[in-house]
């Protein structure tokens, strides 16, 4: 059996990683946001536990739109967290 040269190494890692990243990024972002109702943030988080790749992919064309808008917290707040 032969071995892996670094850069085939590389190759594996990033075929195996990159296609990951759009589905942690939706989960963060699911968690971040709110939406009209908790079934319906719940339902974007069970899409992407069971449709990894594809669950990422839909969110970032449909879901991210359907969030409401954050409410903006105050500067005390960010000040306090910061330190």
């Known amino acids: 059996m032969s071995s892996l040269t670094p850069f085939q190494l590389a190759l594996v890692v990033a075929i195996l990683v990159l296609p ?3 589905n942690l990024w ?3 972002h699911i968690f971040r946001n ?3 109702t908790p079934a319906e943030k719940k339902g974007w ?3 992407n536990v069971f449709l990894p790749v594809l669950g990422g992919i839909i969110y970032f064309f449909v879901g991210r739109r359907r969030t409401l808008d954050a409410l903006p917290t105050s500067p005390q707040n960010d000040i ?3 330190s």
């Open 80 to 82: 306090s967290q910061s």
């Open 34 to 36: 709110d939406f009209a």
């Open 20 to 22: 990951i990243i759009p």
């Open 26 to 28: 939706a989960i963060w």
């Open 45 to 47: 988080i069970w899409l």
